[in-house]
């Protein structure tokens, strides 16, 4: 029976105990020898049983070992399928935060399992809609007695750098992962938060005074890492202080122009009403497994596609939407919903060695449906861009869309046109249709009542 | 009697692939006891405070207890 060739994972390098790899579009994990004394000790300490049934760590069955591309494995693992991946850079807030709080809460029951996390990475963790996930089965080994943690300054720099740097300056420097993809400096994070962070015993402790000492300690330390103890009780206190000083934090209240978009939108609220079940009845035509939500704010139509049991991706570039979009889920029980933050304009690149550990936005794409909702007036107008340019773009990423076109003679619009010149004469319905056309195929047309703006259902037709 | 040997004969993080940071080991050994000192001040604190916040008559129907069970 001929196999096709495996594929290694571009991220999946750097721990000699496996990798993650291909075949056939399934993925599997690899666990080389040198990690068989801590899986067997993860299974049958019972912390895999205990991590998997409280949602904490993602399961696996085992898989036969002729599947290895190497033919070194000690076991093959295949893992279930995350629905779509996000990267820290995407999250918000509080997405952060749990991913967060989730490591630590792993760490300190493999504690007691005698058992300890060997790393503490954000690429460790994946949503699963509003639910943050541990993906790396091959983290886990025997807690060495006395040992303190080998990624205590990998969680500082992974999860409460960052979340400081929100809470105290900006919640938009979530965008820091993306150069720093190992977290951010702690040395960095010190210039930047203001002195009233110091203020915070935790975070003074874990981020100024570790970055501080690091000259002097790293002498002191030299070849003696063998010999350093810590009890475990101080560990565990360690992790609680860690714990709280994660969950404590919380950004100052800062609004933007899009929270109360929907307050203070132009739409009365009977157009508004019908524009959701205009909405909807299109997502019911397309049937969709996968929906992108562009432009989703606070996620209002995202729950349509969610409610008509689609899995949802809702994208807004302003992470204050993505805040409040990711609050109103903990009232959800569909979790289809997963809200990232994604700026159209300049979307998630490749990224890491070889600009291959991390994927564009592009490569992830293909969900059935996309919506395009009160969007195509910020792209064209605010900028700049071509009609055909969004057209093109758009349908690279989805076998349907739903589109919102917003002429010039919209109020918003006209607002949006009197501070500056317009010298969009190419911006009418017209050549929208046209600019469209070039890709897909028209299948519907609807007015919202009350309001100049039309609906469109399109299908990618690339003929 | 394997296991005993484990220990002492291979290096203590065999498989830890990550650099655990220049200096950030110590550190965390200080740290833990600085969080662990703060800790016990604050408990002690409180158990102190707390004895200032019960008032005089409870304190002696603590009292009565005590002496009624001791007989």
Request: aromatic letters at 12%; hydrophobic letters at 40%; glycine letters at 6%.
């Amino acid at each position: 029976m001929m196999r096709s060739k495996p594929q290694n994972e571009n991220s999946s390098f750097r721990d000699p105990a496996g990798f993650i790899f291909y075949r056939d579009g399934t993925v599997y994990r690899q666990l080389n020898q040198i990690y068989s004394a801590n899986y067997k000790k993860l299974i049958s300490s019972g912390l895999y049983n205990l991590l998997v049934k409280k949602g904490l760590l993602i399961s696996h069955r085992e898989s036969p070992n002729n599947l290895s591309p190497d033919g070194k494995a000690f076991q093959i693992i295949k893992p279930d399928m995350i629905p779509f991946v996000s990267y820290p850079y995407e999250w918000g807030f509080l997405q952060l935060q749990q991913a967060g709080l989730t490591t630590l809460k792993i760490e300190k029951l493999a504690l007691e399992h005698d058992m300890n996390l060997k790393d503490a990475s954000a690429y460790n963790i994946q949503f699963v809609g509003k639910n943050p996930v541990f993906i790396d089965t091959l983290s886990f080994e025997t807690y060495k007695t006395g040992s303190p943690w080998v990624a205590y300054r990998q969680y500082c720099q992974h999860f409460l750098a960052p979340l400081a740097l929100m809470a105290y300056n900006d919640l938009r420097l979530n965008q820091l992962a993306r150069p720093f993809l190992d977290g951010v400096p702690l040395d960095l994070a010190c210039r930047i938060l203001p002195v009233s962070a110091r203020l915070n015993l935790g975070l003074s402790i874990h981020i100024y005074w570790q970055a501080k000492l690091k000259a002097d300690l790293q002498a002191k330390e030299g070849s003696k890492t063998s010999q350093i103890k810590m009890d475990k009780n101080a560990l565990m206190r360690l992790l609680d202080n860690l714990e709280e000083t994660t969950a404590n934090l919380k950004p100052r209240d800062s609004s933007t122009r899009w929270e109360k978009y929907y307050t203070f939108t132009n739409y009365r609220p009977t157009s508004f009403e019908a524009k959701k079940q205009l909405v909807a009845k299109m997502i019911k035509r397309v049937a969709p497994k996968t929906v992108w939500d562009l432009g989703a704010n606070d996620g209002e139509f995202s729950r349509l596609a969610a409610q008509a049991g689609a899995y949802t991706i809702s994208f807004d570039f302003d992470p204050k939407a993505v805040e409040n979009n990711f609050a109103k889920l903990s009232g959800d029980n569909t979790n289809l919903i997963l809200p990232l933050v994604m700026d159209l304009t300049n979307p998630s690149p490749n990224l890491g060695w070889a600009g291959q550990e991390r994927m564009s936005l592009a490569k992830r794409g293909g969900a059935d449906l996309i919506m395009a909702l009160a969007l195509i007036h910020h792209l064209c107008l605010s900028n700049n861009l071509p009609l055909g340019h969004v057209a093109k773009f758009l349908a690279q990423l989805g076998k349907y869309l739903i589109i919102e076109f917003v002429p010039k003679n919209d109020s918003q619009v006209v607002e949006m046109l009197s501070s500056r010149e317009d010298i969009f004469s190419e911006y009418t319905e017209t050549n929208f249709l046209s600019a469209f056309g070039q890709y897909f195929k028209l299948l519907e047309t609807k007015l919202i009542p009350g309001t100049v703006r039309k609906l469109y259902l399109f299908k990618v037709d690339h003929a | 009697m394997a296991g005993f040997f484990y220990f002492f004969v291979f290096p203590i993080n065999v498989q830890a692939y990550l650099d655990p940071g220049s200096g950030s080991l110590i550190f965390q050994v200080l740290a833990a006891s600085l969080i662990s000192v703060v800790y016990m001040a604050k408990r002690n604190w409180s158990k102190l405070t707390s004895l200032f916040r019960k008032d005089a008559q409870s304190l002696s129907q603590h009292d009565e207890i005590k002496t009624a069970k001791r007989k």
